[in-house]
C-alpha cells in the first residue's frame, strides 16, 4: 500500500493552503455564478448576482490559487531551470492559466451584458458568460481532480 | 491511478463542493438582504437547491471517502488527534449548517405563504426575515468551523 499524501516540509503547507483555498473560492463563485445566471429566466437581479459572483468572487479565488500554486511549485523545485515537471503539474497549469483567460473573456463580455441589460437591451450577453462559467467550472473540477489524484 | 488514488481525488472533489457550496450561501445571504418581494425570494429556490446539493455531495463524500483512507493508507490512523479534530470540526460544520438553513428558510416559507395568499407586494415582516442577524452568525461560524477542517487536513497537526 502507498502513503498517497505524502509527508511534506511544513514550509509547503501555508503556500498550499493558500492554493486551495483560492481554488476553492474560485469555484464557489462559478458555482454561484452558474447557478444564478442559470436560473436567472431573465430577472435582473440574478443575473448581476451571478456576475458579481465571478468577478468578487471567482476572480479573487483566482489570483489567489495561482498566486500560492507558483508560490508551492517554487518551495517543491518545480519552478527550477532544468527540472521535469510531472504530468499532472503541467495539467493543472495549463487548466489553470487557460482558464484564467477564459475568465476574464467571461468577465468582459458579462460586463458588457451587465451593461446592456441596465440599457434594456436584454440578456444575450449573460447567457454567453454562463456557458463559459459552466465550461470553466467543469474544467477546474478535472484540474482539481489531476492535482489531488495526481495520475501519471 | 490506484483505487486510493482515486479515493483521495473524490475525496477533495467532495470538499470543493462543500466550500463551494459554502460560498453559494454567502452570495445568496448577502443577496436575500435587499429582496422584500415573496416572488423574488420564490425564485431563489432552484440555486439554493444547487447550494443544497454541493454541500449535502461534499459533507457525505468528504466523511465516508476520508474514514476510507484513514484505514486504507499507511501511516495515517483513525485515531490520529488530526483525523479526530476532523471528524468533530465535520459534525460541529454539519449541524450549525443545519442552523443556519432553518433561520432562512423562514423567510422562504413566509414568502410561499404570502404568495399563496395572493400578496404579491413588498412585505416588511419578509425583508426582517431574510436580514436575519442570527441566520448570518451561523453562516460566518459555519464558515470558521470549514475553515478550521481545511487547516487541520493541510497542516496535519502532530502527524
Do not use: C
Amino acid at each position: 500500500m502507498t502513503v498517497l499524501a505524502a509527508i511534506r516540509p511544513d514550509s509547503w503547507n501555508f503556500p498550499l493552503f493558500l492554493h486551495v483555498l483560492g481554488a476553492m473560492i474560485l469555484v464557489g463563485g462559478l458555482l454561484t455564478g452558474a447557478s444564478s445566471l442559470a436560473f436567472a429566466r431573465g430577472d435582473a437581479r440574478f443575473l448581476r448576482l451571478g456576475y458579481w459572483s465571478l468577478l468578487a468572487v471567482s476572480l479573487p479565488g483566482w489570483v489567489l490559487m495561482r498566486a500560492g500554486a507558483e508560490w508551492v511549485a517554487s518551495r517543491e523545485g518545480w519552478t527550477k531551470e532544468g527540472v521535469p515537471s510531472p504530468t499532472w503539474l503541467d495539467l493543472g497549469t495549463l487548466i489553470a492559466d487557460l482558464g484564467g483567460v477564459i475568465l476574464l473573456v467571461s468577465l468582459v463580455v458579462g460586463g458588457v451584458g451587465v451593461y446592456r441589460l441596465r440599457a434594456g437591451k436584454g440578456s444575450g450577453l449573460l447567457k454567453a458568460t454562463l456557458v463559459l462559467s459552466t465550461v470553466l467550472l467543469a474544467a477546474y473540477l478535472v484540474a482539481v481532480w489531476a492535482m489531488s489524484g495526481k495520475p501519471d | 491511478m490506484s483505487f486510493d488514488e482515486w479515493v483521495l481525488a473524490l475525496h477533495v472533489l467532495s470538499a470543493f463542493a462543500y466550500v463551494a457550496g459554502v460560498v453559494l450561501f454567502w452570495m445568496l445571504i448577502v443577496a436575500v438582504r435587499k429582496i422584500d418581494t415573496p416572488e423574488a425570494i420564490i425564485r431563489m429556490e432552484p440555486i439554493v437547491k444547487v447550494g443544497n446539493a454541493a454541500v449535502g455531495i461534499g459533507a457525505v463524500g468528504t466523511i465516508l471517502l476520508g474514514i476510507w483512507l484513514a484505514f486504507a493508507l499507511d501511516g495515517y490512523a483513525i485515531w490520529d488527534g488530526w483525523i479526530i479534530a476532523a471528524l468533530v470540526l465535520w459534525a460541529v460544520a454539519g449541524a450549525v449548517g443545519q442552523r443556519t438553513g432553518a433561520a432562512y428558510m423562514r423567510g422562504m416559507r413566509k414568502a410561499k405563504e404570502l404568495d399563496a395568499q395572493g400578496q404579491r407586494g413588498a412585505n416588511a415582516e419578509l425583508l426582517a426575515l431574510n436580514r436575519t442577524s442570527n441566520g448570518v452568525l451561523l453562516h460566518a461560524l459555519t464558515s470558521v468551523v470549514v475553515l478550521l477542517i481545511l487547516l487541520d487536513m493541510i497542516f496535519k497537526p502532530g502527524a
